[in-house]
């Protein structure tokens, strides 16, 4: 990254067994099979961005098949979202030992969008939920694989 970027939702998708976030000790959102979301939104997003992260994470099949290939997506197995707002994915780490979030856009523009990610899991028919925003959140999950996909969206589509 490196200064202002226009747009970039970053997504780091975590193909899990189960998934479950707890604030203060206290029980906010669990999934079973399905994906764990963590989900940074840029100064510049908007609509398109969340849009196209949605069309692209509910049609990615990463996981298996009945021959054990990754050929079924999150809507072919019924399987749950878990989305977890976190600005540090945004994190440039290049100078010195403090990463800058500079990117990160203000959570006033973060929290609908991240909401509207929610929703258009929903309005697609995946069971989704998510995290509380802002709040220091203990996320608990079982990575199924491991499968980690680290995926960037701008101007509407992946990058």
Do not use: H, W
Not at 14 to 35: E, F, H, K, M
């Amino acid at each position: 990254m490196g200064g202002r970027i226009d747009s970039l939702v970053r997504v780091v998708c975590q193909r899990v067994g189960r998934a479950s976030v707890t604030v203060a000790g206290d029980p906010v959102a669990d999934i079973g099979r399905g994906l764990l979301l963590l989900v940074g939104i840029a100064v510049g997003d908007g609509p398109a961005e969340v849009e196209a992260a949605v069309a692209k994470i509910a049609g990615l099949r990463v996981f298996a098949d009945d021959q054990g290939r990754m050929n079924l997506s999150i809507e072919d197995i019924g399987g749950e979202v878990l989305v977890v707002s976190q600005f540090t994915v945004l994190g440039d780490a290049r100078k010195g030992r403090r990463p800058s979030y500079i990117d990160a856009a203000p959570p006033e523009q973060a929290a609908p969008l991240v909401a509207a990610m929610t929703a258009g899991f929903r309005e697609r028919g995946i069971d989704a939920v998510e995290g509380v925003f802002g709040a220091m959140m203990d996320v608990d999950l079982v990575n199924e694989g491991p499968v980690t996909l680290v995926l960037d969206f701008a101007g509407g589509r992946i990058r």
